[in-house]
Structure formats: C-alpha cells, structure tokens
C-alpha cells in the first residue's frame, strides 16, 4: 500500500509539474483553438463544393487532426481558399504539436538546474575557479562574505536543534 501512496504521489507531482512549469498547458489550448478555427475555415470555404469529402463540421474536425498530425490520411479539400488554410494548418498545426512535446520535455528535464539553489552553486564553483584572478581587495569581500555564510549555516543548524 506504501508503494502504491508513494507512485501516487510521484504521479501527482509529475503532472503537476508539467502544467505549472512547463508550456504544455499553453500550448494545448493553443492548439486546441487554432484547430476549431483551421477547422471552421475549411469547412465554410469547402461546404458548397461539389464533389468535397468536406461536407460537415465534424467532418472539418477530422480532418484538421489528420492534416496537422501528419499521419495523412486526410481528405484533401478541392477548392483553393481551402487548400491554402489546410497548408498553413498543416505547417502551424504539425510546429505547435511536435514543439509543444520537445519543450514540454526540455523544460521538465532543465527544472532542477534552474532552481535558486542551483544556480548559486554554480556561480560560488566559478568564482572559486577564478581565485588566481581575485585583487586583494576582492579576497577581502570573498572571505567576509563566506563569513557570513558560515555565520548563517552555524545559526541554521543552532535552530534545527532546537527544534
């Protein structure tokens, strides 16, 4: 049962995640819009033509998913106001799917290293690497605020043991 708690709550966090820090939310709806808009213009420029696969709006919804998610298998419209607003869907539709995954992906997997935490680290480790170009002046700063730090950690630590 621990397990199964613990999975949960991996879960939850990782969705969590995914929606308040990374593009994913965004970009869905964006899409999602996009789609009933790409949509709605194919069927209106394609609903008088004679001959069209296109008759219906739901008809228009299919096909807006298969053209912009390249499995092409959709029905190619026959008039040319429609041909032109299925391109631009295509290109807009397939850019906004695939690149909602890559950043979606990337963003989740760079979180950590853009954490505070991370980066003061990362800029403490620079700066050490840079003693041999320090003034005196500048050791002198650098070691009263390592200080203070020290300082800081010893009054933490103080708290927590009390605690």
């Given at each position: ?11 939850k966090r990782f969705v969590k995640d995914i929606f308040l820090h990374t593009p994913f939310f965004k970009m869905v709806c ?83 290293m853009q954490r505070p935490a991370k980066r003061i680290i990362d800029t403490i480790e620079y700066n050490l690497e840079q ?33």
């Amino acid at each position: 049962m621990a397990k199964k708690k613990k999975r949960d709550t991996r879960l939850k966090r990782f969705v969590k995640d995914i929606f308040l820090h990374t593009p994913f939310f965004k970009m869905v709806c964006a899409t999602t819009l996009l789609w009933i808009l790409f949509s709605g213009g194919v069927y209106v420029a394609e609903r008088e033509m004679a001959g069209s696969p296109i008759t219906t709006y739901g008809d228009a919804l299919y096909w807006g998913i298969a053209a912009f998610s390249t499995a092409g298998i959709a029905h190619v419209p026959h008039s040319g106001l429609a041909k032109a607003i299925g391109g631009i869907w295509i290109v807009l539709g397939s850019v906004l799917f695939f690149g909602t995954i890559v950043s979606t992906i990337t963003t989740y997997f760079m979180r950590p290293m853009q954490r505070p935490a991370k980066r003061i680290i990362d800029t403490i480790e620079y700066n050490l690497e840079q003693l041999d170009n320090l003034t005196l002046e500048e050791l002198d700063l650098l070691r009263e605020t390592v200080d203070t730090l020290i300082q800081h950690v010893e009054k933490l630590k103080g708290k927590s043991a009390d605690d």
